[in-house]
């Protein structure tokens, strides 16, 4: 990997596919993502103070983690939660088309 990038996932959990569409589709178009993967989940969290069982979907950003603060803050501004999931995770390993297509789709 270059030593200008740090290629990783961004993880993202939204209250419905509509939502997590818009929020894909505004991190592809600002490209701030070369893709995000959209699946359902079922989520069992603890929010003021109760236990939760929601059906969820998680979108799993493939981008530069340079670009974290920007997709948090397009996250944001497009999710209905009032603290929405953001997690960033390196990516240890690509190959090396896979890593140079992400490279290639963003920024």
């Not at 505004?26 to 079922?42: E, G, K, M, S, Y």
């Not at 009032?82 to 920024?107: C, F, H, K, N």
Request: glycine share 4%; hydrophobic share 45%.
């Amino acid at each position: 990997m270059a030593s200008s990038s740090q290629l990783g996932l961004v993880l993202v959990t939204a209250a419905s596919e509509a939502e997590a569409r818009t929020i894909a589709e505004h991190l592809i178009d600002a490209q701030l993502a070369a893709c995000v993967t959209l699946n359902p989940v079922q989520s069992i969290y603890r929010w003021q103070g109760k236990t939760h069982h929601d059906s969820e979907y998680q979108l799993i950003i493939k981008t530069d983690l340079l670009l974290f603060e920007q997709i948090a803050a397009q996250v944001t501004l497009h999710h209905s939660y009032d603290l929405p999931e953001i997690i960033a995770v390196p990516m240890v390993e690509s190959t090396a088309g896979y890593g140079q297509w992400i490279r290639e789709q963003i920024g």
